[in-house]
Every structure is written in structure tokens, then in C-alpha cells.
């Protein structure tokens, strides 16, 4: 069993930066992709980026590549998303998820996810 919970999210201005953290419980953590996605009202969640349970190799939406991070620190039980640049477009609520099978890109891939937390950009 794992239970996630988001922290880090708000309201910032469009250029600015944020940093979410996801943190986990459960002695296996490190067994777990990690991941972040994101939902606005009305829309598909979709996926952000994505990290193995190693921290060895991430994976990007074309839509933030080069603009958000993802990374983990397994000592603390922690997913990270470092996001730059932050556009309007990125308002959402973001969600952290873990799952074991496979790359977590897909929600059928997420066996638990965290709460979410609001992030607002604006103009």
C-alpha cells in the first residue's frame, strides 16, 4: 500500500516557477514509477512526466519538455516536478501517481494516486 500527498502547488505568474512534491508512504517506494499528471475541468487527465522507480530515466509531455523536471530522492520518499517558465496553460490540478507496471505515462498504469494539488497561472 502506498498513500501519496502533494504539496507545493498555488498561484504564480506566467514566467514563474513552482515546485511540487509528492510524498510517499509504504516501504517499497522504490519498487514504483513515479509520475505526474494533470487535469482541468472538463478534460482528460493527462500525463506530465514520468520517472522509474530508479530515478535512472524521465519522461516528458511535448508540452513541458525542456520546461519542467521530474526527479525523485527514494531516501526521503519523494517525486519532485520543478516547473519553469510556467505558461497560463498550465493551470490544472496536478496529481502525483505511482504504479508498478510499466512506464506510468497512462492512468491504467497507476495503481494509487495522490489528492491533487491547484496550480493557477496567470497572464
Known amino acids: 500500500q502506498v498513500q501519496l500527498v502533494e504539496s507545493g502547488g498555488g498561484l504564480v505568474q506566467a514566467g514563474g516557477s513552482l515546485r511540487l512534491s509528492c510524498a510517499a508512504s509504504?516501504?517499497?517506494?522504490?519498487?514504483?514509477?513515479g509520475a505526474w499528471f494533470r487535469q482541468v475541468p472538463g478534460k482528460e487527465r493527462e500525463s506530465v512526466a514520468a520517472?522509474?522507480?530508479?530515478?535512472?530515466?524521465?519522461y516528458y509531455a511535448d508540452s513541458v519538455r525542456g520546461r519542467f523536471t521530474i526527479s525523485r530522492d527514494n531516501a526521503k520518499k519523494t517525486v519532485y516536478l520543478q516547473m519553469n517558465s510556467l505558461k497560463p496553460e498550465d493551470t490544472a490540478v496536478y496529481y502525483c501517481a505511482a504504479g508498478r507496471n510499466g512506464v506510468t505515462t497512462t492512468p491504467s498504469r497507476v495503481d494509487y494516486w495522490g489528492q491533487g494539488t491547484q496550480v493557477t497561472v496567470s497572464s
Open positions: 509504504g516501504r517499497t517506494f522504490s519498487a514504483y514509477n
Open positions: 520517472i522509474t522507480g530508479s530515478g535512472a530515466i524521465a
